[in-house]
């Protein structure tokens, strides 16, 4: 006697076949197929991801996205990794630091000083950001290793430079024979150079994401306008108030694209409902793939 499975009828687009069993030499036989006006419905309602044609790809859909990976260079995530993600942990704490600094320069609630922006510098931005870092190289991530840790080293920085009592390199500065713009000036150059270093990553950004690349780039601009701002001073010798603003302005840009960029690495099918979108550039590796998908489908 044959013992008979049936097939369910597919396209192209997905296939879905079970192996048949047969025995005695007896063949299997197959459902009827679906009409022209059936198979149409149901290949467009594939595409809105439910019917019978249906395909979820549950292996790609837990992947991490490319925003959270913290790696220009792949849309996949470091083969054989061992241990977490680090790279949103590490994006989350330049995002809240670089967040309350935004705030401060922008002059929110009338704050003038920075100080309580130092402990947030010393132990999130600072110390978790600099460990995020250094997994990221445990993984084989030489940009994230590089970024990660190179700005959780600049947030250690600043905070020793703001710390009162400490190194006194504030007092020192402005307390310098001579010049009372010393501090703000030194201030301007330091922050010049964490601009040059931002631009260097920037252009490794270039054939990754748009958020990945927007995140970059308006810290690039947030390190430019402050550097100008302390560099350019008014009559009294302080920095320009209207330039560190708009410095301030897109710190805060930044930080939530890090907390967006951070949220597309943690979001995946195992705990949301919902995908965040990165937007692949359409030159990058994984546009390419999509328009080569498209350019398929509709031959």
Known sequence: MAENTTTTPLDKEATNTSPVAATNGASATAQPQL???????????????????????????????????????????????????????????????????GCI??????????????????????????L????????????????????????????????????????????????????????????????????LLLICTLRSTVAFFSLFLSLDLAFLL???GYLVQDGDGNPTTSIIKAGGFFAILAAFLAWYNALAGIVDSSNSFFVIPVAHFPWSEKGRERRTKVEREQV
């Open 226 to 228: 402050l550097g100008i």
């Open 35 to 101: 009409s022209h006006e059936e198979h149409e419905v149901a290949r467009a309602a594939a595409r809105f991801g439910y019917g019978p044609l249906a395909h979820v790809n549950t292996a790609e859909a837990r992947l991490p996205a490319f925003g959270g990976e913290f790696q220009p260079g792949l849309y996949r995530p470091v083969s054989d990794r061992k241990i977490a993600n680090p790279a949103p942990l590490g994006l989350c704490g330049f995002a809240l630091t670089t967040f309350v600094l």
């Open 105 to 130: 320069n922008m002059g929110t609630r009338d704050i003038t000083a920075p100080s309580i922006v130092i402990g947030a510098a010393f132990g999130y931005g600072g110390l978790v950001q600099l």
């Open 132 to 199: 995020a870092g250094m997994w990221e190289m445990a993984v084989g991530n030489t940009f994230g290793a590089t970024a990660l840790s190179s700005y959780g080293g600049f947030w250690i920085a600043f905070a020793i430079i703001l710390t009162p009592g400490g190194f006194n390199i504030e007092d020192t500065l402005k307390n310098a024979p001579g010049s009372t713009e010393q501090f703000n000036n030194s201030m301007g150059l330091f922050l010049m150079g964490w601009f040059i270093f931002t631009f």
